[in-house]
């Protein structure tokens, strides 16, 4: 079964600074890949999907990246809104499944 | 506006039945898979099932098979998560979100959550 991994777990930034988070599929997707936040108390919500197409709405300091099994997700330019929990989702393979999780917290 | 709202809170013990429901509404409901995610305590997100509303095929993951019923009913435009026997390890927050990609896999549109609490 494919796995879908992570990393960092956490991390801690100062506003205004970039983020990089990373997931890899254990098996290539292609460019089947989405990716979510989620801040304290909310529902998740859509940020990229096709691996690099921002969804409706989302500012452009968020973009993603890779193909394949490896996948980038960027904040540039950090804001305090921006400080919560990111999940990828691989969409390529059945069964679709979410990484673990990379909580942006502040520094 | 694209609208998933939720029923609210749910306490059962366990061994009792569930159903817990999500209606739609600012979109045709029957154009769009609609899933279920599970979000245990503290945890992170995992992907339950789909359903189509204009026939109620479903999908489930391997994870989730043969545990919980999706389903839906189209002329009210709402969505269901159902458990016939409850355990303690059901204990979560469900989300219902639309698909909005030939996949059905990805969701671009969430509700807000209903908790269910399973404890004796």
New interface residues.
């Given amino acids: 079964e494919i796995e879908v991994t992570q990393s960092p777990a956490s991390l801690s930034v100062s506003p205004g600074e970039r983020v990089n988070i990373s997931c890899r599929a254990s098996q290539g997707i292609s460019s089947?890949l989405?990716w979510?936040q989620?801040r304290p108390g909310q529902?998740?919500?859509?940020l990229i999907?096709d691996a690099s197409t921002r969804?409706?709405g989302i500012p452009v300091r968020f973009s993603g990246s890779g193909s394949g099994t490896e996948f980038t997700l960027t904040i540039a330019n950090l804001q305090s809104e921006d400080f919560a929990?990111y999940?990828c989702?691989q969409?390529g393979i059945w069964?679709?499944?979410?990484?673990?999780?990379t909580k942006v917290e502040i520094k | 506006e694209v609208q998933l709202v939720q029923s609210g809170a749910e306490v059962r013990k366990p061994g009792e039945s569930l159903k817990i429901s999500c209606k739609g509404s600012g979109y045709r409901f029957t154009s769009f898979w609609v899933g279920w995610v599970r979000q245990m305590p503290g945890k992170g997100l995992e992907w339950m099932g789909v359903v189509y509303p204009p026939d109620s095929d479903t999908r489930y993951s391997p994870s989730f098979e043969g545990q919980v019923t999706i389903s839906a009913d189209k002329s009210t435009n709402t969505a269901y998560l159902e458990w016939s026997s409850l355990k303690a390890s059901d204990t979560a927050i469900y989300f219902c979100a639309r698909t909005f990609s030939s996949s059905a896999v990805q969701f671009d549109s969430w509700g807000q959550g209903t908790l269910v609490t399973v404890s004796s």
Avoid at chain 1, 43 to 46: G, M, T, V
């Fill in positions: 089947n989405a979510y989620q529902s998740p919500r859509l999907y969804a409706t929990v999940y989702q969409c069964p679709p499944l979410f990484g673990g999780g």
